[in-house]
Nanobody, 116 residues
Framework: QVHLAESGGGLVQPGGSLRLSCEVS????????MGWYRRTLGNQRELVAT???????EYANSVKGRFTISRGNSQPRANLQMESLKPEDTAAYLC??????????WGQGTQVTVSS
């Protein structure tokens, strides 16, 4: 069974920073891509960032230049460094991992709240 554990969410003031981490455990085929979605209170879902096994990254326009996704060196892990946070970044952030045959696995989500 595959398990994704997210950590690092919380409350931060506008302009602040947070670092989210997502660690994969269990029996999983080779991971092709990992990424982060976010879901707002209005239930809108947005793909925030992805990173492939080769290190290629993509970002939503709304976070380009502020967020950086990276992968762990020895363990299946994806980190999301978030800078210059804005109130509109407030959301539940969900990590996912997709293996080489296209199966997606999801974490439970971690809440990020940007407010003064």
């Amino acid at each position: 069974q595959v398990h994704l554990a997210e950590s690092g969410g919380g409350l931060v003031q506008p302009g602040g920073s947070l670092r989210l981490s997502c660690e994969v455990s269990g029996s999983i085929l080779s991971i092709y891509i990992m990424g982060w979605y976010r879901r707002t209170l209005g239930n809108q879902r947005e793909l925030v960032a992805t990173i492939t096994s080769g290190g290629n990254t993509e970002y939503a326009n709304s976070v380009k230049g502020r967020f950086t996704i990276s992968r762990g060196n020895s363990q299946p892990r994806a980190n999301l460094q978030m800078e210059s946070l804005k109130p509109e970044d407030t959301a539940a952030y969900l990590c996912y991992a997709q293996d080489t045959v296209g199966t997606k696995y999801w974490g439970q989500g971690t809440q990020v709240t940007v407010s003064s």
